[in-house]
């Protein structure tokens, strides 16, 4: 067998055309196929190499040459060659110089994919992660559920645009966006989140490869990129579908920087079938309430209990009552546990039992709560007085008026009314001036300063006096030591809440641990 043509062989066996380009980079041997069926490497030769690449892959190509030292073996490069009429072929370029050929170059492509027309790049530009909410809160408002479940979320988390320079950038940005918007289901749901995070919505059956689009995006432009793409299905419920959007996007935008790793899909996929987890728990009444005791800072004795959900072993409530408030499965969640409490108020020997219970701001919206409230306490009236509703800031108030003619008709039947965390969030001081209430319940995170800040300390003193004024008792949370506790009886605080006086227990425990300052146990007072 002659041997030039065997290696020949070989040589097509590692690729589909090969090129050799002299010291001018002009092509002076070119041997089997072209990009496109009607174009053949023969009509190559005399031409500059760099024609037969598409613009963006020129720099990359000509400095890979200009780097070639005889016996070496360049790096894989990925590449775009000019097919005319505006199209281009992917293509991974490999060079080496045989040193009996210097200053020659061996050139070897091998064709990746069909050829294609680059985008236009005058699509609707991306818009912001906000800008992207509305887009799809417009684009899937309206729409049936049956033309809902045709549809899903993509993201894409693209790594390498940080190579590139500013204007590159912008370029390549520019491409990708193109593309994405081109893969969206109206040719406009396109968003980019952040600098390498995108998102878009498009047709559940739509196969496009997305990661593809990226990639060909870059390389238009000499970028290679790499991507990760997911997708979870709208399904039937739009509102549940947009707000479990939102919570899982913001969730992962800030837990970025702690979990590299966390797509927006993933969140997403984790967040709708914690909601309909959640439902389930809130319709089949399988949380549990646990109660911890308030006292009177003066006395120790126990005033009332603040009732706290909690979820099998998932400890705190915290991230899932955040999770039911972004999602509005809160006032369920809420008329769920009063429901509970009701009921264990009616229990024998509850007689002289006071619960507290939260309330989001959310479930403040609408005259709903209030009404089942006190629907559900009607046929025992009495009842009442021996309810307490804390009022979180967590969601907050939209129409501090409303919900305080909402609170209004409570207090007018007896129920208590707590401003719940105070100082905890930016509203605090407009509830106060807002809301006609009975207590204030100063936040944790001031009670933990007030031993070694003076600044707290006067803080809290001020807040008590102004409670005094209007006519409201105050509770200090999270009291954990005996200096603590007497640091704010000595402020004029009217009540403490922690684990000084007791930890959440199933049922309320009314001696709570032994302090050297208490003189009675087991005792609990009236409101007044």
Same mark, same amino acid.
């Given at each position: 067998?002659?041997?030039?043509?065997?290696?020949?062989?070989?040589?097509?066996?590692?690729?589909?055309?090969?090129? +050799?380009?002299?010291?001018?980079?002009?092509?002076? @041997?070119?041997?089997?196929?072209?990009?496109?069926?009607?174009?053949?490497?023969?009509?190559?030769?005399?031409?500059?190499?760099?024609?037969?690449?598409?613009?963006?892959?020129?720099?990359?190509?000509?400095?890979?040459?200009?780097?070639?030292?005889?016996?070496?073996?360049?790096?894989?490069? +990925?590449?775009?060659?000019?097919?005319?009429?505006? !199209?281009?072929?992917?293509?991974?370029?490999?060079? @080496?110089?045989?040193?009996?050929? #210097?200053?020659?170059?061996?050139?070897?492509?091998?064709?990746?994919?069909?050829?294609?027309?680059?985008?236009?790049?005058? #699509?609707?530009?991306?818009?912001?992660? +906000?800008?992207?909410?509305?887009?799809?809160?417009?684009?899937?408002?309206?729409?049936?559920?049956?033309?809902?479940?045709?549809?899903?979320?993509?993201?894409?988390?693209?790594?390498?645009?940080?190579?590139?320079?500013?204007?590159?950038?912008?370029?390549?940005?520019?491409?990708?966006?193109?593309?994405?918007?081109?893969?969206?289901?109206?040719?406009?749901?396109?968003?980019?989140?952040?600098?390498?995070?995108?998102?878009?919505?498009?047709?559940?059956?739509?196969?496009?490869?997305?990661? =593809? +689009?990226?990639?060909?995006?870059?390389?238009?432009?000499?970028?290679?990129? %790499?991507?990760?793409?997911?997708?979870?299905?709208?399904? %039937?419920?739009?509102?549940?579908?947009?707000?479990?959007?939102? @919570?899982?996007?913001?969730?992962?935008?800030?837990?970025?920087? =702690?979990?590299?790793?966390?797509?927006?899909?993933?969140?997403?996929?984790?967040?709708?079938?914690?909601?309909?987890?959640?439902? %389930?728990?809130?319709?089949?009444?399988?949380?549990?309430?646990?109660?911890? &005791?308030?006292?009177?800072?003066?006395?120790?004795?126990?005033?009332?209990?603040?009732?706290?959900?909690?979820?099998?072993?998932?400890?705190? &409530?915290?991230?899932?009552?955040?999770?039911?408030?972004?999602?509005?499965?809160?006032?369920?969640?809420?008329?769920?546990? #009063?429901?509970?409490?009701?009921?264990?108020?009616?229990? &024998?020997?509850?007689?002289?039992?006071?619960?507290?219970?939260?309330?989001?701001?959310?479930?403040?919206?609408?005259?709903?709560?209030?009404?089942?409230?006190?629907?559900?306490?009607?046929?025992?009236?009495?009842? !009442?007085?021996?309810?307490?509703?804390?009022?979180?800031?967590?969601?907050?108030?939209?129409?501090?008026?409303?919900?305080?003619?909402?609170?209004?008709?409570?207090?007018?039947?007896?129920?208590?009314?707590?401003?719940?965390? @105070?100082?905890?969030?930016?509203?605090?001081?407009?509830?106060? !001036?807002?809301?006609?209430?009975?207590?204030?319940?100063?936040?944790?995170?001031?009670?933990?300063?007030?031993?070694?800040?003076?600044?707290?300390?006067?803080?809290?003193?001020?807040?008590?006096?102004?409670?005094?004024?209007?006519?409201?008792?105050?509770?200090?949370?999270?009291?954990?030591?005996?200096?603590?506790?007497?640091?704010?009886?000595?402020?004029?605080?009217?009540?403490?809440?922690?684990?000084?006086?007791?930890?959440?227990?199933?049922? &309320?425990?009314?001696?709570?641990?032994?302090?050297?300052?208490?003189?009675?146990?087991?005792?609990?007072?009236?409101?007044?």
């Amino acid at each position: 067998m002659n041997l030039k043509s065997r290696l020949l062989g070989l040589a097509f066996a590692a690729a589909d055309a090969l090129v +050799e380009v002299n010291d001018k980079g002009v092509v002076s @041997f070119a041997l089997g196929a072209g990009p496109t069926a009607g174009q053949s490497t023969a009509a190559w030769i005399g031409r500059p190499f760099a024609d037969l690449l598409s613009f963006s892959s020129r720099e990359a190509v000509q400095e890979t040459l200009g780097g070639m030292t005889g016996g070496a073996r360049s790096q894989p490069l +990925e590449i775009l060659a000019d097919c005319g009429d505006g !199209r281009v072929r992917r293509a991974l370029f490999r060079a @080496f110089i045989l040193p009996d050929l #210097a200053p020659a170059v061996s050139c070897a492509l091998t064709w990746q994919g069909e050829p294609f027309v680059l985008e236009d790049l005058e #699509a609707r530009p991306l818009t912001d992660a +906000e800008g992207f909410m509305a887009l799809a809160r417009e684009g899937l408002n309206g729409k049936s559920g049956a033309a809902l479940q045709r549809l899903a979320m993509a993201f894409i988390e693209v790594q390498g645009l940080s190579a590139a320079n500013d204007a590159a950038h912008e370029r390549v940005a520019a491409r990708i966006g193109a593309r994405l918007q081109a893969a969206s289901h109206d040719g406009a749901s396109a968003g980019r989140l952040t600098p390498n995070r995108y998102a878009l919505i498009k047709e559940l059956d739509d196969g496009r490869d997305l990661e =593809a +689009e990226v990639r060909e995006a870059g390389l238009a432009e000499g970028l290679t990129l %790499s991507s990760r793409a997911s997708e979870t299905p709208v399904g %039937s419920d739009a509102l549940c579908a947009l707000r479990a959007m939102r @919570f899982a996007i913001e969730g992962c935008l800030k837990d970025n920087a =702690a979990q590299p790793e966390l797509s927006f899909a993933d969140s997403l996929s984790r967040t709708l079938k914690d909601a309909d987890r959640f439902r %389930s728990i809130v319709r089949d009444r399988e949380f549990a309430l646990f109660y911890q &005791p308030i006292v009177d800072l003066k006395t120790r004795a126990v005033h009332h209990f603040e009732a706290l959900a909690r979820f099998g072993q998932a400890g705190g &409530p915290a991230p899932a009552i955040r999770m039911a408030e972004e999602l509005a499965l809160i006032e369920s969640f809420d008329l769920a546990v #009063a429901e509970k409490i009701v009921h264990r108020l009616r229990q &024998p020997g509850s007689g002289l039992l006071k619960i507290a219970i939260n309330v989001s701001g959310a479930s403040l919206a609408n005259d709903a709560y209030v009404a089942a409230v006190l629907k559900m306490t009607a046929s025992e009236p009495d009842n !009442r007085k021996r309810l307490i509703v804390e009022v979180t800031e967590t969601a907050a108030l939209a129409d501090i008026a409303a919900a305080n003619r909402r609170l209004g008709a409570l207090r007018d039947a007896g129920v208590k009314v707590c401003i719940d965390d @105070f100082g905890a969030g930016s509203a605090a001081f407009d509830y106060l !001036r807002g809301l006609s209430v009975d207590a204030v319940k100063i936040d944790g995170a001031f009670v933990r300063d007030i031993d070694g800040d003076a600044r707290t300390r006067t803080l809290i003193g001020h807040l008590v006096e102004l409670c005094g004024s209007l006519g409201m008792t105050t509770i200090a949370e999270m009291i954990e030591t005996e200096d603590v506790a007497q640091a704010l009886q000595d402020l004029g605080v009217n009540y403490g809440q922690g684990w000084l006086f007791g930890r959440a227990e199933a049922e &309320p425990v009314t001696t709570g641990p032994v302090s050297p300052r208490v003189r009675r146990q087991g005792v609990i007072e009236a409101w007044g």
